[in-house]
């Protein structure tokens, strides 16, 4: 029994000491192997792996991916014009020589993260003091871009290389700080308004207009109207009258009984008319009686 437990523990001694030897790196990582502190080889192609077991050898892994930098604070810049500005930028940038990069910057991704983004802020603040805020706004933003990259290369691939490469520099975002934004704000809504009341003015001096002009064409076309309706009025009065002499004129007497009936009609035209009239008067002779003489007759058609 104890010979068994003997071979057992013996094996899995030999299986924790075999697992302390044996590593493996990924595709996406570098692999450093560590002895006594120093670096005593670095892996680049993935797979399985040996080392002598802790403390003689120990291994860590690097990314050697395309890593992204994004700019950590938002401390405004001064232009050429004195002019307070915020950017946003990132740098695309990845570890290509692990060995300079442990020796001359740090052991993980995040010590280079942040020397790299001293170096790119002082890249940047050094460039935008040369330039103005149109400059940063318009097309000359790619010559921005590309001397900032060269410069951050130039720190990086120096003296002392850090063993990175920097593929990118962009910038997504240039903005006034606060207080001058809030200003240029106002300012544009001032000229905005402006504009606004010169629209709304020139728009109402044309709507008055139009209506003037509408109001005189309607005072012309109703002028005209009343003139041809009064015109063709008279033409209509005159050829009545016309036809009303021919008529007349053919008989007297009946166009006397014809104007009588009509002064009746507009004199007794309610039923509580009342006249006074002296009965010897002419205004009645076409309604005397039979018996009055012929000469005073109603005429004969």
């Given at each position: ?9 013996s ?5 924790v ?55 950590l ?63 940063l ?9 590309a ?9 990086v ?6 063993g990175v ?13 606060e ?11 001032a ?18 207009k ?17 003139r ?7 033409e ?24 009588s ?9 309610k ?19 039979a ?11």
């Amino acid at each position: 029994m104890n010979r068994i437990g003997f071979i057992a523990s013996s094996i899995l001694v030999l299986l924790v000491l075999l697992s302390s030897t044996l590593f493996v790196v990924d595709q996406r990582q570098f692999g450093v192997v560590y002895a006594l502190g120093q670096i005593k080889q670095v892996i680049t192609e993935p797979g399985l792996n040996f080392k002598l077991p802790p403390p003689f050898q120990n291994v860590s892994y690097i990314d050697k991916r395309l890593l992204t930098l994004s700019s950590l604070d938002t401390e405004p810049m001064l232009t050429a014009e004195k002019q307070r500005v915020v950017i946003d930028w990132y740098v695309r940038w990845r570890i290509t020589d692990p060995q300079a990069y442990i020796r001359n910057v740090g052991l993980d991704e995040n010590a280079g993260a942040m020397q790299l983004n001293r170096v790119v802020r002082n890249a940047f603040q050094e460039n935008i003091n040369k330039r103005t805020v149109r400059d940063l706004i318009s097309v000359r933003r790619e010559a921005l871009m590309a001397d900032v990259q060269r410069e951050v290369l130039a720190v990086v691939k120096g003296a002392k290389p850090w063993g990175v490469d920097v593929i990118d520099v962009r910038i997504t975002r240039v903005d006034y700080v606060e207080a001058i934004t809030e200003s240029v704000y106002r300012r544009m809504e001032a000229e905005r308004k402006r504009v606004a009341n010169e629209l709304r003015s020139t728009g109402y001096a044309e709507g008055e207009k139009i209506r003037a002009d509408a109001d005189r064409q309607r005072e012309v076309t109703v002028a005209n109207a009343y003139r041809d309706a009064q015109k063709i009025k008279g033409e209509g009065d005159a050829q009545a009258a016309a036809a009303y002499s021919e008529a007349f004129g053919r008989d007297p007497q009946f166009a006397q009984f014809y104007r009588s009936l009509d002064a009746y009609k507009q004199s007794f035209n309610k039923k509580s008319d009342v006249m006074v009239l002296d009965p010897s008067s002419d205004f009645f002779r076409a309604m005397q009686s039979a018996g009055t003489p012929a000469g005073n007759a109603p005429p004969r058609r």
